[in-house]
């Protein structure tokens, strides 16, 4: 629907507004900073607001060689805080609540940039919330068929499978690939199954974003977290969510490590290696985020933790955490 970005103009910063009118592509100020610095995170997080509220509606949700629509439920949380927790309830499929939830911690990091700024600054940025979902609302509507005649023209255009939003968020969480990817992991799940694979989901996603930085990697956002940080020697961690469905398992952490395919070269030096799992545990309960998170953080600040950690023997609390180790995978 709409892309924001930064302007200087006559020592202040503009947080503008861009979208395709009537005739043609138009810019707007929505409010103007003292400091360059203050813009960078209300433009990174409003664009982020926008692509995870209009794309959800602007394909077709193709799960089950059927053609659908996704929910339009969650552009309420644009301008309702009591409607934000919703977006953390809901089991629509996978792919629909992992974007629910970015959308979710996006309104958070702008809340959270606001929080010290004046108050005609915050007036403006709700306000260009408002005219947001006002006019998405309005143009689904019209697209539906089901807007009146007294209607008045709408400022932002908006089309059906051609969004004029910023698609890159660094998680590429929009992308058809993780649509899909996503959609192939929930066929032949139950009700049951797909909420709890959702619930699931967000303790990843959440942990991720809490405590994985750029070098933890969602392999799948509903299933499995990848975090091999610089210096570890080889060594990288895994945290595998159950099978929906199967009722023995349980969560997974193990610590792997990278070995050369070609014996005689040292890690580091080669040119393709094969990872190997060395211990796991089976986690008696679900973790919470912050409990993975927390994980994610420790072995951030000191990698060879994780070297530590792959000497543990069978029984044995892996060091500065609770986790038992209950698998060796190495004679």
């Not at 059906?160 to 698609?167: G, I, L, S």
């Not at 986690?283 to 998170?293: D, K, R």
Request: charged share 25%.
């Amino acid at each position: 629907m709409t892309i924001y970005s930064q302007h200087a103009s006559r020592g202040k910063t503009q947080i503008l507004v861009t979208f395709q009118g009537p005739d043609g592509v138009v810019s707007k100020t929505v409010t103007s900073l003292g400091e360059s610095g203050l813009a960078v995170p209300i433009v990174d997080a409003l664009n982020r607001i926008s692509a995870f509220a209009t794309v959800p509606v602007s394909i077709h949700d193709r799960r089950e060689r059927r053609v659908d629509y996704y929910p339009r439920e969650h552009l309420a949380a644009l301008t309702d805080a009591a409607a934000r927790a919703e977006l953390l309830s809901g089991a629509h499929s996978l792919w629909y609540e992992y974007v629910c939830l970015r959308l979710h911690q996006a309104l958070a990091d702008l809340e959270s940039a606001l929080v010290t700024l004046p108050d005609t600054v915050n007036r403006a940025i709700r306000s260009e919330l408002e005219a947001e979902e006002h006019e998405l609302r309005a143009a689904l509507d019209d697209f539906s068929g089901t807007s009146s005649e007294d209607d008045r023209e709408l400022e932002r255009h908006w089309e059906f499978d051609h969004p004029f939003v910023k698609y890159d968020d660094g998680m590429d969480t929009l992308s058809d690939e993780t649509r899909e990817q996503l959609d192939r992991r929930e066929a032949g799940f139950t009700a049951e199954e797909r909420k709890k694979a959702v619930a699931d989901l967000r303790v990843l996603v959440t942990a991720h974003s809490q405590g994985g930085g750029t070098w933890a990697a969602l392999d799948d956002p509903s299933y499995q977290l990848f975090a091999e940080p610089y210096d570890s020697d080889g060594f990288y961690l895994t945290v595998q969510a159950p099978e929906p469905g199967d009722d023995d398992a349980s969560w997974e952490i193990e610590v792997g490590r990278w070995e050369p395919d070609d014996p005689d070269e040292e890690y580091g030096d080669h040119t393709s290696a094969t990872g190997s799992p060395v211990i796991g545990c089976a986690l008696p309960a679900a973790p919470s985020a912050g409990e993975i998170a927390y994980l994610l953080k420790s072995v951030y600040e000191k990698p060879l933790l994780l070297a530590e950690w792959a000497e543990t023997p069978v029984g044995v609390v892996l060091a500065g955490t609770t986790m038992v180790a209950t698998k060796r995978y190495d004679s």
